[in-house]
């Protein structure tokens, strides 16, 4: 379990709100948005074999409605250098996400600096990252990389089939708000494939504590993908967590947690709470918040106040 270092974090951050990824050097036809048919066009004079795989529901982050998966193999660039293989992946009929195994230096030779730690590189002007333990190159979004789809990999990249789990929204047994940080943190380390440690300083949470902790967990298997947890601590116990989830997904979770938890206490156009206001789902940046009640109930009075929707 390694501990990610603040700097490729930060890098991954700008990253985020960064220009176009670097997906022009597989083709100039391949930008992010690039519809099916351009892509497929771009793709087959360069890949040796071309497969769509198109999983049904839809189960990817990015995708409200479908997804496909263009899976390249043996692809070549204008330069005669060539990739094992490389998966394309189009939400709702445009392109948001490409990984890649081979010779990735066409990808970095104009993707700027890089921060690297672990088995991670990043390049953070060009949304590009580079898993050197498995030999694989990531280009994300925006939404891509709010979501932490670095850390999740696609199996078509390797001939296994795509199969999403259940959209199980039940609470990770870690996120216990109220529960100390000196007892969540060997569990945190024991589930989690990667966690970083933040301090805040200042301290920005709304109860106002002295000090502000945030554990930060990438690659936690819940409601169906592996995702990035958020742990916020106030003076050594813990707040809330911040699941993070992606753009596409809203109508599913909603419909999953609306099964789970039954008619929430607030629905608005940014949040909608269930749980006496433990649980919330968020749509304005795509999230799930459990948080102490106490709290939660005054982010609902607040936004009750400003006249959302309910």
Same mark, same amino acid.
Request: hydrophobic share 45%.
């Given at each position: 379990?390694?501990?990610?270092?603040?700097?490729?974090?930060?890098?991954?951050?700008?990253?985020?709100?960064?220009?176009?990824?670097?997906?022009?050097?597989?083709?100039?036809?391949?930008?992010?948005?690039?519809?099916?048919?351009?892509?497929?066009?771009?793709?087959?004079?360069?890949?040796?074999?071309?497969?769509?795989?198109?999983?049904?529901?839809?189960?990817?982050?990015?995708?409200?409605?479908?997804?496909?998966?263009?899976?390249?193999?043996?692809?070549?660039?204008?330069?005669?250098?060539?990739?094992?293989?490389?998966?394309?992946?189009?939400?709702?009929?445009?392109?948001?996400?490409?990984?890649?195994?081979?010779?990735?230096?066409?990808?970095?030779?104009?993707?700027?600096?890089?921060?690297?730690?672990?088995?991670?590189?990043?390049?953070?002007?060009?949304?590009?990252?580079?898993?050197?333990? /498995? =030999?694989?190159?990531?280009?994300?979004?925006? $939404? !891509?990389?709010? *979501?932490?789809? @670095?850390?999740?990999?696609?199996? +078509?990249?390797?001939?296994?089939?795509?199969?999403?789990?259940?959209?199980?929204?039940?609470?990770?047994?870690?996120?216990?708000?109220?529960?100390?940080?000196?007892?969540?943190?060997?569990?945190?380390?024991?589930?989690?494939?990667?966690?970083?440690?933040?301090?805040?300083?200042?301290?920005?949470?709304?109860?106002?504590?002295?000090?502000?902790?945030?554990?930060?967990?990438?690659?936690?298997?819940?409601?169906?993908?592996?995702?990035?947890?958020?742990?916020?601590?106030?003076?050594?116990?813990?707040?809330?967590?911040?699941?993070?989830?992606?753009?596409?997904?809203?109508?599913?979770?909603?419909?999953?947690?609306?099964?789970?938890?039954?008619?929430?206490?607030? /629905? =608005?156009?940014?949040?909608?709470?269930?749980? $006496? !206001?433990?649980? *919330?789902?968020? @749509?304005?940046?795509?999230?799930? +918040?459990?948080?102490?009640?106490?709290?939660?109930?005054?982010?609902?009075?607040?936004?009750?106040?400003?006249?959302?929707?309910?």
């Amino acid at each position: 379990m390694p501990l990610l270092s603040l700097s490729l974090t930060a890098a991954l951050a700008v990253a985020a709100q960064a220009g176009p990824a670097p997906s022009q050097a597989f083709d100039d036809a391949l930008v992010f948005g690039a519809g099916l048919e351009s892509v497929e066009q771009a793709l087959e004079p360069r890949c040796d074999s071309l497969q769509a795989v198109s999983p049904s529901p839809a189960g990817f982050p990015l995708a409200r409605e479908e997804e496909t998966h263009l899976v390249c193999h043996g692809f070549s660039f204008d330069s005669g250098e060539r990739l094992d293989a490389a998966v394309f992946t189009l939400a709702d009929g445009a392109l948001v996400q490409i990984e890649a195994r081979g010779d990735t230096a066409p990808l970095t030779a104009h993707a700027g600096d890089s921060v690297s730690y672990a088995h991670w590189t990043a390049y953070p002007a060009a949304g590009l990252i580079l898993d050197d333990a /498995a =030999g694989t190159a990531h280009i994300l979004s925006p $939404d !891509g990389l709010h *979501a932490n789809l @670095f850390a999740w990999h696609n199996p +078509l990249l390797d001939g296994e089939p795509l199969d999403y789990a259940p959209v199980d929204v039940s609470i990770p047994p870690e996120v216990r708000p109220g529960a100390s940080l000196d007892t969540l943190m060997p569990e945190i380390e024991a589930a989690c494939p990667v966690v970083q440690v933040r301090e805040i300083d200042p301290p920005s949470l709304p109860t106002q504590p002295a000090t502000q902790t945030q554990i930060n967990c990438f690659g936690y298997p819940v409601a169906g993908f592996e995702r990035k947890i958020e742990f916020v601590f106030g003076d050594g116990q813990l707040v809330l967590a911040w699941i993070l989830t992606g753009r596409g997904e809203a109508d599913r979770l909603q419909a999953a947690m609306d099964a789970a938890y039954g008619t929430p206490v607030h /629905a =608005g156009d940014t949040f909608r709470f269930y749980e $006496d !206001g433990r649980l *919330a789902l968020r @749509f304005d940046k795509p999230e799930i +918040l459990v948080v102490e009640q106490s709290l939660g109930a005054g982010y609902i009075d607040q936004l009750n106040g400003a006249g959302e929707a309910d």
